[in-house]
Nanobody, 124 residues
Framework: VQLQASGGGLVQAGGSLRLSCAASGRTLSYYIMGWFRQAPGKEREFVATISRGGSTIYYADSVKGRFTISRDNAKNTVYLQMNNLKPEDTAVYYC??????????????????WGQGTQVTVSS
């Protein structure tokens, strides 16, 4: 599975960005998809994940109410709409996928397949 993330950039606090991640190589409707992020000097952390059909979603507490994950299986693409961005959201955002239960990512396990990352910088 190959994942290509896009949509990162520089935005002021309170602004919005929409990340996209296009997958190729497999039929992604069989896979969960989601996002992690890594800030400088910090470990990679879970952000959000969505089940195969889109009915089950998990968010990190730090992004609940501000970020929305969605997917379009016809386009093999997952999205992350990020609103009310804060400087602490600054990080490289990675999309990921595998075939496990989406809850496992929120509980600390790491996905099998990763994209290359896209930089999100939020200025204060």
């Amino acid at each position: 599975v190959q994942l290509q993330a896009s949509g990162g950039g520089l935005v002021q606090a309170g602004g919005s960005l929409r990340l996209s991640c296009a997958a190729s190589g497999r039929t992604l409707s069989y896979y969960i998809m989601g996002w992690f992020r890594q800030a400088p000097g910090k470990e990679r952390e879970f952000v959000a994940t969505i089940s195969r059909g889109g009915s089950t979603i998990y968010y990190a507490d730090s992004v609940k109410g501000r970020f929305t994950i969605s997917r379009d299986n016809a386009k093999n693409t997952v999205y992350l709409q990020m609103n009310n961005l804060k400087p602490e959201d600054t990080a490289v955002y990675y999309c990921a996928t595998d075939r496990r239960d989406p809850r496992t990512w929120s509980q600390g396990s790491l996905p099998d397949f990763w994209g290359q990352g896209t930089q999100v910088t939020v200025s204060s």
